[in-house]
């Protein structure tokens, strides 16, 4: 499991919810395989409430590659697990050339990795933010 849902607490429903996004990742292969050391740094993209967001370049092929890194201490709550939870059952889910490609999933005793395809430009949020598409 990505995360230890034993730990998630005494939402009644949380441990299922889990149980079945677990299920829905386990359904499409996700390359297991990657790891932190096929990954070289590159520079820092972004940052938020739960850590922050690499270009990263595969040593094997010189991809880019954008892992998001997210430390288990900030993701303590049930609702923060389920997010990062359906964040990934989602992206492993959906397949669409507007979306980004999940490339892989893995994790060490502190944090918690995803690596997506790289797509320069930003998060798609902020522009349409910009050119006032999403109304506050």
Request: proline residues 4%; glycine residues 8%; aromatic residues 6%.
């Amino acid at each position: 499991a990505l995360i230890d849902t034993g730990s998630v607490g005494d939402a009644a429903l949380t441990p299922r919810l889990c149980n079945y996004l677990e299920a829905v990742a386990a359904a499409r292969k996700v390359p297991e395989t990657l790891s932190l050391g096929d990954l070289e740094y590159v520079t820092d993209i972004g940052g938020g409430g739960y850590g922050t967001v690499m270009l990263m370049r595969h040593t094997r092929d010189k991809q880019p590659v954008a892992l998001k890194v997210m430390r288990r201490d900030r993701i303590q709550q049930p609702k923060q697990q389920l997010h990062v939870l359906s964040e990934k059952a989602l992206m492993i889910e959906l397949c669409h050339p507007f979306l980004v490609e999940l490339v892989g999933a893995f994790k060490d005793s502190e944090r918690l990795f995803l690596a997506m395809e790289f797509v320069r430009g930003g998060e798609l949020y902020n522009f349409m933010t910009e050119v006032s598409i999403v109304m506050s």
